[in-house]
């Protein structure tokens, strides 16, 4: 993102993604940034840890909706791993 919009636009993106998916998580739990274009999210009051893949299928669908930025419509996708 940098290399083609600039370090600006990228900037930008990450503070955007951010909100979006930590708009989507719970009351309680956290997102932060971690380094770079790296998030950990923070999920409490889980029974079991199948219990967050639904949860943290939001977040990574949030990241993959277009963001309009820099006049475009900015493309990326998240993965967790």
Excluded: W
Excluded at 10 to 37: F, W, Y
Aim: aromatic share 2%.
């Amino acid at each position: 993102m940098n290399d083609r919009h600039s370090q600006h636009v990228g900037d930008k993106l990450l503070v955007v993604l951010a909100q979006t998916m930590s708009a989507t998580l719970r009351e309680g739990d956290t997102l932060a940034r971690i380094a770079g274009d790296e998030f950990v999210a923070v999920l409490i009051d889980l029974g079991s840890t199948a219990d967050c893949m639904p949860l943290l299928n939001r977040p990574l669908q949030a990241a993959a909706a277009p963001v309009p930025l820099a006049d475009q419509l900015l493309h990326c996708s998240a993965s967790i791993g």
